[in-house]
T-cell receptor, first 110, second 115 residues
Framework: EDQVTQSPEALRLQEGESSSLNCSYT??????LFWYRQDPGKGPEFLFT???AGEEKEKERLKATLTKKESFLHITAPKPEDSATYLC???????????FGTGTKLQVIP | DTGVSQNPRHKITKRGQNVTFRCDPI?????LYWYRQTLGQGPEFLTY????????KSRLLSDRFSAERPKGSFSTLEIQRTEQGDSAMYLC?????????????FGPGTRLTVL
């Protein structure tokens, strides 16, 4: 069964203090690894899909990278509006089921 | 607004009552998913439709849960004889097969509270 582990569970950063979130995964045949952002009381907002090891994608202050066992979400010079829970998810095999991790709750302090 | 919409946004019910939620996906998306999310957890997959066909169901989906997508457009999720353990956020997502593999776009969710 697919497994996704995210660390840390919570992260508190000063505005401008860059850091990385980790997503470790175990799947049989990775089809895609997804990053989502979720604000309190709202549905997840799609950020990135990574398909193969070595792939990188960027959006504003966020950069996602992928290896064969884990993915990192790098946040450069974060702002308070980046505060949210960041979810990692994987899809595998021929199925449409996507397995989510429990998320990293990021707080950026002004 | 052309995103995924869900109704109602909040539902409070008493144990034993039946509830029904509605999801309207993005119009050109033919794939629709239901998830359940509890506090501090990631979304858990419940079921998946391609057009009107329900193709996958999680073991989490007990016989008290039923989902339909009668015309391949909107979908409903019904929970019969609700229990306190059903309290959660119910999320709907949709995707389009010609986009990136299974890139799902979520609605705002329906928060269910069972008293």
């Amino acid at each position: 069964e697919d497994q996704v582990t995210q660390s840390p569970e919570a992260l508190r950063l000063q505005e401008g203090e860059s850091s990385s979130l980790n997503c470790s995964y175990t799947v049989s045949g990775l089809r895609g690894l997804f990053w989502y952002r979720q604000d309190p009381g709202k549905g997840p907002e799609f950020l990135f899909t990574l398909y193969s090891a070595g792939e990188e994608k960027e959006k504003e202050r966020l950069k996602a990278t992928l290896t064969k066992k884990e993915s990192f979400l790098h946040i450069t010079a974060p702002k308070p509006e980046d505060s949210a829970t960041y979810l990692c998810a994987v899809g595998s095999g021929g199925y449409q089921k996507v397995t989510f991790g429990t998320g990293t709750k990021l707080q950026v302090i002004p | 607004d052309t995103g995924v919409s869900q109704n109602p946004r909040h539902k409070i019910t008493k144990r034993g009552q039946n509830v029904t939620f509605r999801c309207d996906p993005i119009s050109e998306h033919n794939r629709l998913y239901w998830y359940r999310q509890t506090l501090g957890q990631g979304p858990e997959f419940l079921t998946y439709f391609q057009n009107e066909a329900q193709l996958e169901k999680s073991r989490l989906l007990s016989d008290r849960f039923s989902a339909e997508r009668p015309k391949g457009s909107f979908s409903t999720l019904e929970i019969q004889r609700t229990e306190q353990g059903d309290s959660a956020m119910y999320l709907c997502a949709s995707s389009f097969p010609l986009g990136g593999w299974n890139e799902q776009f979520f609605g705002p969710g329906t928060r269910l509270t069972v008293l």
